[in-house]
């Protein structure tokens, strides 16, 4: 009996031990938690070009991601939503798919290219216009498929978020780099390092400072 009262004693010290030793996990963080704050657009990388597309303004106006250099954006995080989709007649709900929702703002004054950009119609609607809501419906690793990816932007982490708008009509990728910028990518066609006839153009996005924010 004593014999067995031991075993048991060691067992559980034994587990105890190896449980201390273990790495503790890591708290699970929002994805949409990283989007929040006020952004500027700070520049156009074309690292993957030989040269800037010559009919670069008519390529981006065909992309929701191409916001204009200058231009102030407003992200706001409101919680799981869903995605409006096909009503079941039975419950009459709603059975979209499910997420985070963002929504982005763009704060006045707005760039002159916004207007003449594929957000034109922005400018048009005024002021009730100004917000979008976007979901995000997406999240994945990159795997050896996008090894050239990697290579060519080693500062972005490897995940892809996708945002999609609820109201359908406007959808795009998104990356965030180790020191948290923001890169949105747009496939364009033109000369590449590589010899291909697309690369990927990376609207980046930097945070603003905080006294922006305050209007200090």
Request: charged fraction near 20%; proline fraction near 6%; include cysteine.
């Amino acid at each position: 009996m004593q014999a067995r009262f031991f075993l048991i004693f060691l067992f559980l010290a034994t587990f105890l031990n190896i449980a201390q030793s273990k790495p503790k996990m890591k708290r699970f963080e929002n994805p949409a938690i990283q989007f929040i704050g006020s952004w500027h657009v700070d520049a156009y990388d074309f690292r993957e070009f030989l040269e800037v597309p010559t009919d670069l303004e008519k390529q981006i106006k065909e992309y929701p991601a191409s916001f204009p250099i200058g231009q102030i954006l407003k992200i706001d995080w409101h919680g799981a939503v869903v995605m409006p989709g096909t009503i079941n007649p039975q419950t009459g709900r709603s059975e979209g798919p499910v997420g985070e929702e963002l929504s982005i703002s763009f704060i006045p004054p707005l760039e002159k290219n916004l207007c003449a950009g594929y957000w034109d119609f922005v400018c048009k609607e005024g002021a009730n216009g100004y917000v979008r809501s976007f979901m995000i419906t997406e999240i994945y690793k990159w795997d050896a498929k996008d090894i050239r990816i990697a290579n060519m932007w080693p500062e972005v982490k490897h995940v892809s978020y996708v945002l999609v708008a609820l109201s359908k009509s406007h959808s795009f990728e998104t990356w965030v780099t180790n020191k948290g910028q923001v890169v949105l990518p747009i496939t364009l066609a033109g000369k590449t390092k590589n010899g291909k006839p697309f690369g990927v153009m990376g609207v980046i996005l930097k945070r603003v400072d905080h006294r922006h924010d305050s209007g200090k």
